[in-house]
């Protein structure tokens, strides 16, 4: 067949809702985040991967390097932004095949909610390893797809899985609360009357138990594959997020009962205080209705299938309910040391996605049914403004972050060259922040930004490292900053603690052929 056939042939196969959740996807996404698409807006962990390889096997991540070497290694935002909303749109549309969202505004808003959940956002600060995170959420999804579509799906399943957390092991939530969705929707589906209970459960309780098939096999694959690869290179795990802790029980030796209340209680916590689920009366109010609407769409749903008659279904509906808010935060379980931040929590969007899934296809019949579509797209449409305005919010932020630290940079930077002393490639000390006495806080977005990790504060300046990259990639000067551990004896001498904080006149000094950089106060 010529091409065109087949594309044709193709393109009446593809469901109206899979077009509706991938187009609705792909531009919102492009909406919200052109902003940092259109610039070259460094974070602090980007001034050092303008060229970056992505080989980070000791972090567990042995796939990133082939997921992210498809836009090539150089940090062209353009390119691994579209690459990484393409990625995207096609998780939301294998999002609505497992959902069975049949209704096209319904496919439309759970796409627009993947592309403007906040916590794409702060991906989206760290744009270097985009298309490679956005690769690993689609196959994340995928290996619950093949799971609920093919009866032996759970071993391309688990090979999605494995490779998944091959790339970013965060995105594992995601299987968990999809696997778990989908056993809801494997147990409320063509519930038997009274005498063919026990059967009809045994048989459900087979095709649940592949979600538990595809999961462990993928672990499997992925360690395994990881083992390998460290063996190959000559490598061990490091101790970036705690990775290290993986294999080695960290999370019995605390206690497995501390570690779970330590989930439960981090989950109450983000979703009520976490500053990002809702930071306004028109975001709570959203989340509250589509609360309220899934709970009586809940309870109708046991009224009509008559769930008290079959206790065993019963039972699996409310234990897959009460370890949903464990599995959101499986992470703490594999790793309770990690600092868990706003890119590792983008699984909170399920959530939303999963309200709109269920209320467009109820069963609800009548008027009963259009109130709660109708509740559903208000709710959800609310969201997506909120959450692209805060987005903005956040890029503006980041901007300004640039635009101080480039004012900053250049002044520190003239007056190292016009310090007395000073020659190219004199080794220089210093600690990789900015004084907050002598340049206080201006940064206006806290009440929105503060739990977004890459996007708040004054300035990309953390390391000796940011300060020598930063001045390196945008103001063409080659300095050589020591390692932090140069300034181990210097930092609590009393001729150190005398220097004035730049840009006083006596910040700077050069001794014993170093040259000392003091950026802030070391008392505080």
């Given at each position: 067949m010529s091409p065109g056939r087949v594309f044709r042939i193709l393109g009446k196969k593809i469901k109206p809702e899979w077009k509706a959740a991938f187009f609705a996807c792909f531009s919102?996404?492009?909406?919200?985040?052109?902003?940092?698409?259109?610039?070259d807006i460094p974070n602090h962990d980007g001034l050092a991967s303008m060229y970056f390889d992505q080989n980070m096997v000791t972090s567990g991540r042995?796939?990133?390097?082939?997921?992210?070497?498809?836009?090539?290694?150089?940090?062209?935002?353009?390119?691994?932004?579209?690459?990484?909303l393409f990625y995207l749109s096609l998780a939301a549309t294998a999002l609505c095949e497992l959902l069975e969202v049949r209704r096209t505004w319904a496919a439309a808003l759970c796409g627009a909610l993947l592309a403007s959940f906040p916590a794409l956002a702060s991906t989206f600060a760290y744009v270097y390893t985009l298309d490679g995170y956005m690769m690993a959420l689609l196959l994340a999804v995928l290996a619950v797809?093949?799971?609920?579509?093919?009866?032996?799906?759970?071993?391309?399943g688990a090979f999605c899985l494995a490779f998944s957390m091959g790339i970013y092991q965060s995105y594992l939530?995601?299987?968990?609360?999809?696997?778990?969705?989908?056993?809801?929707?494997?147990?409320?589906?063509?519930?038997p009357g009274e005498g063919a209970e026990r059967a009809w459960f045994m048989e459900k309780m087979r095709s649940a138990l592949r979600y538990v098939y595809m999961g462990v096999l993928g672990a499997a694959f992925y360690y395994g594959i990881l083992q390998i690869l460290l063996k190959l290179q000559g490598k061990q795990l490091g101790d970036y997020q705690g990775i290290g802790e993986m294999a080695s029980g960290a999370a019995a030796e605390r206690g497995i009962l501390l570690t779970l209340q330590d989930m439960y209680v981090d989950f109450a916590a983000f979703t009520l205080k976490g500053n990002v689920l809702f930071q306004n009366i028109f975001s709570m109010l959203a989340w509250i209705l589509l609360t309220g609407l899934v709970m009586k769409a809940a309870f109708s749903a046991f009224r009509r299938l008559k769930l008290w008659k079959n206790p065993g279904t019963l039972a699996v509906l409310l234990l897959s309910g009460a370890v949903l808010p464990g599995l959101t935060n499986i992470v703490l379980l594999i790793?309770?040391?990690?600092?868990?931040?706003?890119?590792?929590?983008?699984?909170?969007v399920l959530y939303a996605v999963g309200a709109v899934a269920l209320l467009s296809g109820s069963g609800e019949k009548g008027r009963k049914r259009v109130c709660l579509e109708w509740g559903a797209l208000l709710a959800a449409f609310v969201l997506v403004l909120c959450y692209g305005i805060t987005d903005n919010i956040a890029y503006s932020n980041l901007q300004k972050k640039y635009e101080k630290t480039y004012a900053y940079c250049v002044r520190l930077l003239d007056r190292i060259e016009q310090t007395e002393g000073y020659y190219p490639g004199i080794p220089i000390a210093m600690v990789g922040v900015v004084g907050e006495e002598q340049f206080p806080s201006t940064d206006l977005t806290l009440p929105v930004t503060s739990g977004m990790i890459g996007m708040n504060g004054d300035s990309l300046l953390y390391t000796g490292v940011n300060y020598?990259?930063?001045?390196?990639?945008?103001?063409?000067?080659?300095?050589?900053?020591l390692p932090a551990d140069a300034m181990e004896e210097m930092y609590y001498s009393e001729e150190y603690?005398?220097?004035?904080?730049?840009?006083?006149?006596?910040?700077?000094?050069?001794?014993?052929?170093?040259?000392?950089?003091?950026?802030?106060?070391?008392?505080?």
């Amino acid at each position: 067949m010529s091409p065109g056939r087949v594309f044709r042939i193709l393109g009446k196969k593809i469901k109206p809702e899979w077009k509706a959740a991938f187009f609705a996807c792909f531009s919102v996404g492009l909406l919200i985040h052109m902003p940092i698409l259109l610039s070259d807006i460094p974070n602090h962990d980007g001034l050092a991967s303008m060229y970056f390889d992505q080989n980070m096997v000791t972090s567990g991540r042995w796939f990133l390097t082939v997921a992210c070497g498809i836009s090539s290694y150089y940090t062209i935002p353009w390119v691994i932004g579209l690459l990484g909303l393409f990625y995207l749109s096609l998780a939301a549309t294998a999002l609505c095949e497992l959902l069975e969202v049949r209704r096209t505004w319904a496919a439309a808003l759970c796409g627009a909610l993947l592309a403007s959940f906040p916590a794409l956002a702060s991906t989206f600060a760290y744009v270097y390893t985009l298309d490679g995170y956005m690769m690993a959420l689609l196959l994340a999804v995928l290996a619950v797809l093949f799971v609920k579509k093919y009866r032996r799906g759970f071993v391309p399943g688990a090979f999605c899985l494995a490779f998944s957390m091959g790339i970013y092991q965060s995105y594992l939530p995601f299987t968990m609360i999809l696997s778990v969705f989908a056993v809801w929707m494997l147990f409320l589906k063509n519930v038997p009357g009274e005498g063919a209970e026990r059967a009809w459960f045994m048989e459900k309780m087979r095709s649940a138990l592949r979600y538990v098939y595809m999961g462990v096999l993928g672990a499997a694959f992925y360690y395994g594959i990881l083992q390998i690869l460290l063996k190959l290179q000559g490598k061990q795990l490091g101790d970036y997020q705690g990775i290290g802790e993986m294999a080695s029980g960290a999370a019995a030796e605390r206690g497995i009962l501390l570690t779970l209340q330590d989930m439960y209680v981090d989950f109450a916590a983000f979703t009520l205080k976490g500053n990002v689920l809702f930071q306004n009366i028109f975001s709570m109010l959203a989340w509250i209705l589509l609360t309220g609407l899934v709970m009586k769409a809940a309870f109708s749903a046991f009224r009509r299938l008559k769930l008290w008659k079959n206790p065993g279904t019963l039972a699996v509906l409310l234990l897959s309910g009460a370890v949903l808010p464990g599995l959101t935060n499986i992470v703490l379980l594999i790793s309770p040391s990690v600092n868990y931040h706003l890119l590792m929590r983008y699984q909170w969007v399920l959530y939303a996605v999963g309200a709109v899934a269920l209320l467009s296809g109820s069963g609800e019949k009548g008027r009963k049914r259009v109130c709660l579509e109708w509740g559903a797209l208000l709710a959800a449409f609310v969201l997506v403004l909120c959450y692209g305005i805060t987005d903005n919010i956040a890029y503006s932020n980041l901007q300004k972050k640039y635009e101080k630290t480039y004012a900053y940079c250049v002044r520190l930077l003239d007056r190292i060259e016009q310090t007395e002393g000073y020659y190219p490639g004199i080794p220089i000390a210093m600690v990789g922040v900015v004084g907050e006495e002598q340049f206080p806080s201006t940064d206006l977005t806290l009440p929105v930004t503060s739990g977004m990790i890459g996007m708040n504060g004054d300035s990309l300046l953390y390391t000796g490292v940011n300060y020598q990259e930063f001045l390196k990639n945008y103001l063409g000067a080659t300095l050589n900053i020591l390692p932090a551990d140069a300034m181990e004896e210097m930092y609590y001498s009393e001729e150190y603690i005398a220097m004035d904080s730049f840009p006083g006149a006596n910040s700077m000094g050069v001794i014993d052929g170093i040259l000392y950089i003091k950026t802030e106060n070391s008392e505080r």
